[in-house]
């Protein structure tokens, strides 16, 4: 089975990263991607992720792996930056192909609320030139009650 | 005789640095009550987790030379 | 507000794209896309649909129009082939982006489930050098029938 | 004095071809009287719709020189 679940410290072009895994997958009949980028506006001048190499890339494989056994998919492909990002630039791209457009969605929707909830990220941001830390988010736990 | 402490998140903030070096203790209640009181109380925290190189633990763990543990606040929201 | 609803009868790059979709949304934090592409396998050498010009893109800007009423986004993009296309070729790409990623992602899924159930576009495919329709699917009325 | 057919889908087949020219003729029930048996048996079909100048039409609807008439099947699924 085609894809990977990746760690990045430097940017990346996820169009590109996009083409490689669909090119690769002429049998699925639908892919369906997320790509989140670094909002811009409210402020916000940079945002950095940090992560802890003993736990969050092995998270990330383990959860790549559960999104596989969930759903029958031809392909999986998750990328997730870390370091320092500016407005615009890509933080995590997802990509799920299948033969049917309902896995392909779902996987995709699945692997968001729990990369989003669980994954081993801090965030802070530059507002005005000061860093602050992002906390957790109400809405991830609910996110994450839709697939209970 | 040293452990290695890693402070992830605002963990680190309020420790001054993403990590730093203590002599072995036998415990991590131990290392906790080593630290500045301000840290120290941040570290007991209902929402904290515990890693020894690079397992996650529960409460105790028997601690020896040149482990690394790392205090993990929660992951930030998306 | 970006993005549009196309309708070409030519082959297409739909990592190009979404690569020209993105860059005009960096207000957007979450771009959800959906690419349909011919299944290779089964013994399908090529897929041709037809359209009814005088129905067809209007019906799909009244789509995309009512997904931009249903949910808060940023850009929306609906691009659908017509004509022959062979095995790995791109039929369908969709694309949301939206401040917030649930909405990105249900605003993809049902546009593509009212593409696939609604437009009018009637498909066959060539096996063993014959062609023969394709019927409406009971598939396609349950993915409807969840948006009720 | 004429109207224009065009037969989507699977219609192509049965009327073998995309489009043809009648005479004009009052209404759709009389256009369709006017084929051959087999094609008009299929294009009084419950599912079968129809588009006068590109605007569906429900049951009757009145038509002019030069007028097109669209017979649609069910869409394909995906």
């Given at each position: 089975m085609s894809g990977d679940a990746l760690l990045l410290t430097e940017p990346f072009d996820p169009a590109e990263a996009l083409r490689r895994f669909t090119v690769d997958?002429?049998?699925?009949?639908g892919i369906v991607s997320f790509l989140g980028q670094v909002r811009e506006?409210?402020?916000?001048?940079a945002l950095e992720l940090s992560h802890y190499a003993p736990l969050t890339l092995p998270a990330m494989q383990e959860l790549a792996g559960r999104v596989r056994e969930r759903w029958s998919l031809d392909g999986l492909l998750v990328i997730h930056r870390s370091g320092v990002m500016v407005p615009g630039e890509p933080i995590v791209l997802v990509a799920a192909a299948a033969r049917h457009r309902r896995d392909a969605f779902a996987a995709a929707d699945y692997a968001m609320d729990h990369l989003k909830s669980e994954s081993w990220f801090w965030k802070r941001e530059k507002v005005a030139g000061e860093w602050r830390w992002i906390e957790p988010r109400t809405q991830d736990i609910e996110d994450l009650a839709r697939w209970a | 005789m040293a452990l290695t402490l890693v402070f992830l998140g605002r963990l680190e903030d309020l420790a001054g640095a993403g990590s730093r070096e203590v002599a072995l203790v036998p415990s991590l209640a131990a290392v906790i009550a080593g630290l500045e009181p301000e840290l120290a109380e941040a570290l007991r925290g209902p929402r904290i987790r515990y890693a020894v190189n690079g397992t996650l633990v529960q409460g105790e763990a028997p601690l020896a030379d040149g482990d690394e543990i790392a205090f993990l606040p929660p992951v930030s929201g998306g």
């Open positions: 997958l002429p049998q699925a009949g506006g409210g402020g916000v001048e | -």
